[in-house]
T-cell receptor, first 111, second 114 residues
Framework: KNEVEQSPQNLTAQEGEFITINCSYS?????LHWLQQHPGGGIVSLFM???GKKKHGRLIATINIQEKHSSLHITASHPRDSAVYIC?????????????FGQGTILTVHP | NAGVTQTPKFQVLKTGQSMTLQCAQD?????MYWYRQDPGMGLRLIYY???????DKGEVPNGYNVSRLNKREFSLRLESAAPSQTSVYFC?????????????FGPGTRLTVT
């Protein structure tokens, strides 16, 4: 069963382009996380949100609870943004902080 | 602060060998997690520890055991390694499991079982 669907799976962009990565899910959640995995393998948490919108630098994350959909936007993309972007969900209740992860979106930004 | 550290970074085992992956965090977090990451699949939870002294199975616990040695350390043991356990293993920690806190990840251990 795929509780988390990310799209696209692969994304190639030119430096400066506006990037959108999508995450859809099928059941109610308590929070959604966006993570970045660097080419070297390290994983960093970018955002955690349960409603609305958050912004950090050139990154913007939005979530629509009714539509069960979240987007991660990167403005003025740069080659250093090349990474795998992962959406993860916490389903709440007795899930005790456990996250369910999407397969990730591989982003490559060319200079 | 080092955050979450893992040892070793790389390991090659023969089928049937055992080993322990070590994880430590210096953020005074209550909760710790072990994940595995395989090509084409998302991260999957192996075991977690909501607080010192407790451990629980995650999505893929078979073939693994864990020990929450103290608040800082959470180890993952493979008693008899199998090729299907070839993967990248990540340890993570968070303040607690009872609310929504971000998780902090270690650098990963790349394990190959031949």
């Amino acid at each position: 069963k795929n509780e988390v669907e990310q799209s696209p799976q692969n994304l190639t962009a030119q430096e400066g382009e506006f990037i959108t990565i999508n995450c859809s899910y099928s059941v109610g959640i308590s929070a959604l996380h966006w993570l970045q995995q660097h080419p070297g393998g390290g994983i960093v948490s970018l955002f955690m949100l349960s409603s609305g919108k958050k912004k950090h630098g050139r990154l913007i994350a939005t979530i629509n609870i009714q539509e069960k959909h979240s987007s991660l936007h990167i403005t003025a993309s740069h080659p250093r943004d090349s990474a795998v972007y992962i959406c993860a969900l916490r389903f709440g209740g007795t899930s005790y902080g456990k996250l369910t992860f999407g397969q990730g979106t591989i982003l490559t930004v060319h200079p | 602060n080092a955050g979450v550290t893992q040892t070793p970074k790389f390991q090659v085992l023969k089928t049937g060998q055992s080993m322990t992956l070590q994880c430590a965090q210096d953020m005074n977090h209550n909760s710790m997690y072990w994940y595995r990451q395989d090509p084409g699949m998302g991260l999957r939870l192996i075991y977690y520890s909501a607080s010192e002294g407790t451990t629980d199975k995650g999505e893929v616990p078979n073939g693994y055991n864990v020990s929450r040695l103290n608040k800082r350390e959470f180890s993952l043991r493979l008693e008899s390694a199998a090729p299907s356990q070839t993967s990248v293993y990540f340890c993570a920690s968070s303040e607690t499991t009872n609310r929504d806190y971000e998780q902090y990840f270690g650098p990963g251990t790349r394990l190959t079982v031949t």
